[in-house]
C-alpha cells in the first residue's frame, strides 16, 4: 500500500515502517496519525508477516504532534475534540492487538506522541542522542495520553513512571537503558543493524509460537494472578504442539541444526 507520509518495505515476512516526514522531525500530522493507524489495524490478518520494525526518518524517531498544524491545535467542543483524540489513541491500542512483535528503532527524540509509539512497541531498540519525555504535560494538558499512563509504570515503576509524567523531564538512553526501558544503545549507523539482527533471531521461531508469545505477555501482564497467566501458557503450548512445526524444531535441536519450518500456524 501507497503512503504519503509512511514508507513500508516488506521482504521475507518483516515490515520496515519509516515516519518519514524529516523536516519535521517526524511530527504526528493528521495524515501520518490515519496511516499508522490504518497500517496497524491492517496488520491484525496479515498472518504472512510476522515482524515490525519502526522507526523514523532522519535522526529522530517522532517528535510528537506537529503543533504546527491548525487543526492539532486550538479550541474545539468535546465531542470532536473526543474523536480526533481516539483517533490518535487507536494506533497504540492496534500495535498492541497485531499479532506481530514490533522492533522500534528509537534515534533522537521521542517526545509525547513519539514516547506512546515507542513504549508501545515490543522491543526498543536506541542510539545515545535519545531524548524520551511525556512532553504533553509541557503544553497544558495531562501527560496520562495515548496510552503512556498504563504503559510506563509497567515498564519502570510507578515511582519512575510518576516523576517522568509529573514533570515531563526527558529521558536519555543510558538512564532509559539502567531501567529496562530499551534493550540496548548502538551508535546512529549501527541501528539498522541491530533491528536486523534481533529481527533475524525471532524469525527462527515458528509463526505461530512468535504469535502465542506477543499474545501471552501482553495477557500476563494484565492476568489476574498466576494461575490465570499459567492457563494462557498451557493453552498455548498445546495450540503450538499441533501441526509440523513443533516436530521440526525438536529434531533441528537434537541435529545441531537451524530449523526449516513450514506454513502450519500462519
Not at 152 to 178: D, I, K, N
Not at 238 to 252: C, K, S, T
Request: proline fraction near 3%; hydrophobic fraction near 45%.
Amino acid at each position: 500500500m501507497t503512503y504519503q507520509s509512511l514508507s513500508i518495505r516488506e521482504h521475507n515476512g518483516v515490515v520496515w515502517a519509516t515516519m518519514n516526514r524529516p523536516e519535521r522531525l517526524n511530527a504526528l500530522s493528521r495524515n501520518l496519525v490515519e496511516e499508522l493507524r490504518e497500517f496497524f489495524v491492517g496488520l491484525y490478518w496479515r498472518h504472512e508477516i510476522r515482524v515490525v520494525v519502526l522507526r523514523g526518518a532522519g535522526a529522530n524517531f517522532c517528535a510528537g504532534l506537529d503543533l504546527k498544524e491548525a487543526t492539532n491545535r486550538g479550541p474545539r467542543d468535546v465531542a470532536a475534540g473526543l474523536v480526533s483524540q481516539r483517533q490518535i489513541s487507536e494506533i497504540v491500542i492496534a500495535m498492541r492487538r497485531c499479532p506481530q512483535p514490533i522492533v522500534a528503532l528509537v534515534d533522537g527524540a521521542a517526545a509525547g506522541g513519539g514516547f506512546a509509539l515507542a513504549l508501545a512497541s515490543d522491543v526498543r531498540i536506541a542510539t545515545p542522542t535519545l531524548k524520551m519525555n511525556a512532553a504533553f504535560i509541557r503544553i497544558g494538558l495531562s501527560a496520562c495520553d495515548i496510552g503512556v499512563s498504563y504503559f510506563l509504570p509497567r515498564m519502570v515503576g510507578s515511582s519512575v513512571a510518576a516523576e517522568l509524567m509529573l514533570t515531563g523531564r526527558f529521558l536519555g538512553a543510558e538512564r532509559a537503558r539502567s531501567l529496562g526501558l530499551v534493550s540496548a544503545v548502538v551508535e546512529p549507523a549501527q541501528l539498522e543493524a541491530e533491528g536486523e539482527k534481533l529481527v533475524a533471531e525471532m524469525l527462527l521461531t515458528t509463526p505461530l509460537g512468535l504469535r502465542l508469545t506477543k499474545e501471552c505477555l501482553n495477557f500476563a501482564i494484565d492476568a489476574q494472578g498466576l494461575e490465570a497467566a499459567i492457563a494462557m501458557e498451557d493453552r498455548n503450548q498445546i495450540l503450538a504442539a499441533q501441526g509440523e512445526d513443533f516436530g521440526e524444531g525438536v529434531r533441528a535441536f537434537l541435529e545441531k541444526r537451524a530449523p526449516v519450518y513450514g506454513r502450519s500456524g500462519r
